[in-house]
């Protein structure tokens, strides 16, 4: 098994199979996490920590906010850049942010928090926040009480995340207040290409040996073949997209 460093940095050798095999988030969450600083007629000031490809990018921006995404892959960034028109990006982590103190109504983190220091990440989000302001943290996470979809995930391997939320709830630190916390559930429908991408694109697969991920392909086309996701067939994937809150003191 690849160390954290290998896995957390990993993302970029697959930038466009991660593009077109994770989700979406849903709106919903997004206006959930950016409640408490929305104000009528004013667009919120948004940092996407960890954007990856964009994909919570371009629902802040489709909510109106004014965002600015920051990863610490230029490959990942390089794909949001084409997907997501008019978002500045910068290099940098929840650790170290290039941008100036007091700067922001809300840091968003999607599939990301699993992979920071809580204490460090929490306390450079507190430099960036006006004070008020919010972060949320997001996850879209399979839903493994549906039989097949547990085997999919024995088949990949779990993530951080699924272990770190089966654990508990995310620890966050000063400045940063209490969580609040949501739920949704929903589906999406997939082809078996969007599938297999969306497996492709997680870090333990990414970072496997060739006799791993041969493993991890067989058991993949076993499994999508009894499922029926043959050809241009969609599935529907069932997601809980789990989201988080807290306000900076």
Do not use: C
Not at 182 to 202: E, I, P
Not at 228 to 235: C, L, N, Q, W
């Amino acid at each position: 098994m690849a160390r954290r460093e290998e896995l957390s940095t990993s993302f970029g050798a697959a930038a466009g199979t991660y593009e077109v095999g994770r989700p979406e988030y849903p709106a919903v969450a997004v206006d959930w996490m950016l409640h408490p600083v929305a104000r009528e007629g004013r667009a919120l000031r948004v940092a996407d920590v960890g954007a990856g490809t964009g994909k919570l990018s371009r629902v802040a921006v489709e909510a109106g906010a004014e965002v600015v995404a920051i990863d610490p892959d230029t490959e990942m960034l390089a794909v949001l850049r084409e997907n997501v028109y008019g978002v500045p990006t910068f290099v940098g982590t929840a650790e170290r942010m290039p941008l100036p103190r007091a700067s922001l109504d809300a840091v968003l983190l999607g599939q990301a928090w699993h992979w920071v220091d809580p204490v460090a990440a929490s306390e450079e989000i507190g430099r960036v926040l006006r004070s008020g302001g919010v972060a949320g943290l997001v996850w879209n996470i399979r839903d493994d009480g549906v039989p097949w979809v547990r085997r999919l995930t024995d088949i990949m391997h779990g993530s951080r995340a699924e272990e770190m939320l089966a654990a508990g709830d995310p620890e966050v630190h000063a400045p940063l207040g209490a969580l609040e916390q949501a739920s949704w559930r929903w589906t999406r429908r997939m082809t078996r290409a969007a599938l297999l991408a969306m497996a492709r694109s997680r870090s333990a697969v990414i970072t496997a040996d060739a006799r791993e991920r041969d493993r991890i392909e067989q058991g993949l086309a076993a499994l999508l073949d009894e499922i029926g996701a043959v050809g241009d067939a969609e599935i529907g994937l069932p997601y809980v997209t789990r989201a988080f809150r807290a306000v900076r003191a």
